[in-house]
């Protein structure tokens, strides 16, 4: 890391917040203007402004950071801070294809995809229906083997323990139902490749995009599990509808999902998937789609996860801190 960015976090620790943003401001170096895009995407320090967090981000990246040309790619395929053009960050991705593997890798996987000229998928989605209470709608090979792997790789040093956001100590705190780690994909690590599959997720689904909160990767280990449980929240605004979910592999013993009412437990061969119904069609949630995460006993389980909301979250917003869970 370069000095400016380095002093910058330094006044920042010791409370000198506007010296650092003003320090960042003058700078004129790719990790400077990195650091200061990511500060203006969270209101740290500074309004919250994504229009000016993607410039900073693309003037860091033609410096030839490449963290920030990994979410500048992200950015432009999502629209945000800015126009969606799925075209340009396909191109940018093979712009950096001889700097950054995760850029080539990337290009490559959404070369074999069949999409439109903005980015979604042609094919249409017709699953199984596997339960009516609750509903629960199958898809076999919603992701390919490639890219489950690419999710699997991507995370291995991104996992930590699951946590929950805890509304009254205002913090994350260890989460005391589910017992594994996780990897998100917030706003700054939805890469085109990774907006492609949330894309995928929408279309099965019968949801936009933007309706799903980030995905995430789930690892189970033996021993771990995640305990009975809804996924819809009583009283959210807007409620988490829909939960999808998609297997990443099949290498180990355990760990089916499986629903408490009915006693339908359910596992999946690498890249199949399943959508349930959350909440009732009034907000509720309907308590048939109790569900849980039985223990691993042998092996690694690892799967990808999406909850979709009711509506979309606004125009170059995310959702709320509650959504880490």
């Known amino acids: 890391m370069m000095a400016a960015a380095q002093d910058a976090m330094a006044l ?4 000198c917040g506007g010296e650092a943003v003003a320090l960042l401001e003058t700078a004129t ?12 995407l969270e209101g740290r320090l500074c309004p919250r402004d994504p229009v000016a967090a993607r410039e900073c981000l693309r003037r860091a990246a033609e ?15 999502t629209g945000t801070g800015g126009a969606a053009d799925w075209r340009a960050a396909v191109a940018l991705l093979g712009d950096w294809a001889d700097r950054d593997p995760l850029a080539a890798r990337q290009r ?6 069949v999409l439109t000229a903005d980015g ?12 009516s209470a609750p509903e629960i709608v199958r898809f076999a090979d919603l992701f390919s083997i490639d890219e489950c792997r690419f999710l699997i790789d991507v995370s291995r040093t991104r996992f930590k323990p699951a946590q929950i956001f805890h509304e009254g100590k205002g913090r994350f705190v260890k989460d005391p139902v589910r017992r594994s780690d996780s990897a998100g994909f917030p706003l700054t690590a939805e890469w085109p490749l990774v907006h492609a599959l949330n894309r995928r997720i929408a279309a099965a689904s019968g ?9 995430q990767l789930l690892r189970y280990r033996p021993g771990e ?10 009283g959210m605004t807007n409620q988490r509808r829909l939960t999808a979910l998609v297997w990443l592999n099949e290498d180990y013993d355990g760990g089916e999902t499986r629903f ?8 999946g061969q690498t890249g199949d998937a399943i959508v349930f119904r959350n909440a009732l069609y009034d907000g509720r949630p309907d308590p048939t789609s109790r569900h849980e995460g039985c223990p691993v006993t042998r092996g690694e389980k690892l799967m990808a996860s999406r909850w979709i909301r009711e509506r979309p979250a606004g125009d170059g917003a995310a959702f709320g801190p509650e959504d880490a869970a």
């Open 207 to 215: 949801t936009h995009v933007r309706q799903g909160e980030p995905l």
């Open 29 to 40: 170096d790719g990790d400077a203007l990195a650091l200061l895009g990511l500060w203006r």
């Open 12 to 15: 920042a620790q010791s409370g």
């Open 225 to 234: 599990r995640y305990s009975p449980h809804l996924d819809a929240v009583p």
């Open 108 to 113: 490559d996987l959404i070369a074999a995809m």
């Open 63 to 77: 410096l030839g950071n490449a963290g920030a040309a990994r979410i500048c790619t992200g950015f432009v395929a």
């Open 260 to 267: 408490l009412e009915t006693g339908l437990a359910l596992r």
């Open 120 to 131: 979604a998928p042609v094919a249409t989605f017709e699953g199984e229906e596997v339960s």
